[in-house]
């Protein structure tokens, strides 16, 4: 059972565990335990008391664990299990995104995994330790020297007692320390004094995770095999900032987390892949730009699914609304032409995915300046040529992947479009999807939806999967791109 924590509890229970404590003459944390006991065995007595009874049984077990036999499991069971008996240790340091940790103890329990918290003296300010101990049910642990503290296990077993440490949100201020080897708090001793792997996730400041001395940390931390995750561009939580160092969303902490934790075997290790997904953005002018309805979410899909089988992989991707991939190495570029460039510049590699929606055209008179409307003169002609294309290009490189795989969204004679594209563009395999409204694929569609409808177009013939989901399409792609590389040495 998990430890009773009697402040963690709320104050009407409180008050009802110390009516009963005293009417019985025990401590608090003893008649919880009566009371616990009581109501897994069925016999609570006081009717009237019961709902408290279960409502204490939540607090003291926490989200992740079942009150009672009776209601066991009813919503855990439904959450896959993907990081069942996992034992993590989560560091959280002192940055504003603190709060969102206590959401990712919820989201790893939820998966299974039972969560022990250190917390630094800074995070403290942020968030307390008691809603930390309530959601991991367990005791947070937060002072290196603590003879006085019951739970004390002592820095070394807490950081060996553990299958993975994962620190978020990251601080700049606990990755200088743990780059030059400090430990003078329990977060940093620990870091230092782990044989286990390491997870940063970090958070801070645009200019403080672009300062020399950060990138210089982070690169050392790299170099004796941390693993980041993160961070991301966006808002920060200061007014009127934003770039770079967003803290990871927890679900991709706990993706990047199941990556590092999945001892299935890597088929795709050692294998260097590239990825393009997205739509491409074309300029008018500065402010105008010529687009399609792609989200990006085959593509990334794509990409996290080759990851997952241990590829290294580098996904080009156009403006999406989307996360990157966790494990994956992203480059943000808008254009067709910035596309082409990003991917000559990965090459060479094993394999190379285009599921990129990239513009077959982009303006020839892109304006300088945003073009005005002027009374009388009516819109403005757009003069079209064609871009690059990308897929021909890598398909008869020099430097050609062993697999090239193109995919082509098609609204009309899907497999005549397909075949066609296989032999022009020298690719092995095309996944042929109808984009048209008609396609009856998912509620919206393929494009921009989470549902799709391939064949799958090769020389020696079609293979139809049935529709599923994208993450599904991805899964069963990345097995079959590992079979065929299989063959190839690395
Ligand atoms: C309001 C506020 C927000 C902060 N947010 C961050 C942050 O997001 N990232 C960061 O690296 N430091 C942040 N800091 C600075 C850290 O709290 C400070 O460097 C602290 O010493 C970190 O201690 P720790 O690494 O032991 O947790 C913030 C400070 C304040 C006052």
Redesign the pocket.
């Known amino acids: 059972m998990a430890s009773i924590t009697i402040r963690n509890l709320d104050d009407g229970i409180k008050d009802l565990l110390r009516q009963l404590a005293a009417e019985n003459g025990c401590s608090m944390e003893e008649q919880a335990r009566v009371m616990i006991r009581a109501a897994v065995e069925g016999r609570a007595g006081q009717a009237d008391r019961i709902d408290q009874i279960e409502k204490t049984l939540r607090a003291l077990t926490g989200p992740g664990q079942p009150a009672s036999p009776a209601s066991a499991g009813s919503s855990q069971r439904s959450i896959r299990g993907t990081l069942s008996g996992k034992r993590i240790l989560l560091v959280i ?5 603190a709060y969102k940790s206590l959401d990712l103890i919820r989201r790893l329990r939820e998966r299974g995994a039972s969560v022990r918290v250190v917390m ?4 403290q ?1 942020f968030v307390t330790t008691l809603s930390a101990g309530a959601l991991s049910a367990d005791h947070v642990f937060t002072e290196l020297f603590d003879r006085n503290d019951e739970h004390d296990v002592g820095h070394i077993r807490l950081s060996r007692e553990a299958d993975l440490l994962v620190v978020a ?1 990251a ?4 990755m200088a ?1 743990l780059a030059n080897g400090h430990a003078n ?1 329990l ?1 940093s001793t620990v870091l230092l004094a782990t044989d286990k792997k390491v997870l940063m996730a970090p ?3 645009p200019k ?1 995770w672009s300062h020399p001395a950060t990138r210089r940390n982070r690169a050392t931390l790299q170099k004796d095999g941390i693993a980041f995750v993160g961070p991301a561009k966006g808002e920060m939580a200061e007014s009127n900032e934003a770039g770079e160092g967003r803290m990871a969303e927890p679900l991709e902490i706990v993706a990047a987390i199941e990556a590092m934790l999945d001892e299935k075997p890597k088929p795709l290790a050692g294998r260097r892949i590239i990825v393009t997904s997205g739509p491409t953005h074309e300029p008018i002018d500065p402010v105008r730009y010529i687009a399609n309805r792609s989200s990006g979410k085959q593509g990334h899909a794509i990409a996290a699914a080759l990851a997952k089988l241990g590829a290294d992989v580098r996904l080009v991707s156009g403006p999406v609304n989307i996360a990157d991939p966790a494990g994956v190495k992203t480059t943000h570029i808008e254009t067709a032409a910035e596309m082409k460039d990003a991917v000559d510049s990965l090459l060479p590699a094993d394999a190379a995915v285009f599921v990129a929606a990239v513009a077959d055209w982009r303006t020839a008179n892109a304006a300088g300046e945003k073009i005005k409307k002027v009374a009388g003169k009516g819109p403005p002609a757009l003069q079209m040529i064609e871009n690059p294309d990308i897929l021909a290009g890598v398909g008869h490189h020099a430097h050609r992947p062993g697999l090239v795989v193109g995919f082509a969204a098609e609204t009309q004679d899907l497999l005549g479009n397909a075949e066609a594209k296989l032999r022009k563009k020298g690719a092995d395999l095309i996944v042929a999807n109808d984009v048209s409204h008609g396609s009856g694929v998912g509620p919206s569609g393929v494009m921009g939806g989470d549902r799709n409808k391939v064949r799958i177009v090769s020389r020696t013939g079609v293979e139809e999967w049935p529709e599923m989901g994208k993450d599904e399409v991805a899964t069963r792609l990345a097995a079959l791109i590992a079979e065929r590389l299989k063959a190839t040495v690395v």
């Open positions: 340091a002192g940055g504003i995104a630094t003296s800074a995070a300010e949100p601080t700049a201020d606990l320390k708090d977060a958070a801070m400041n403080m």
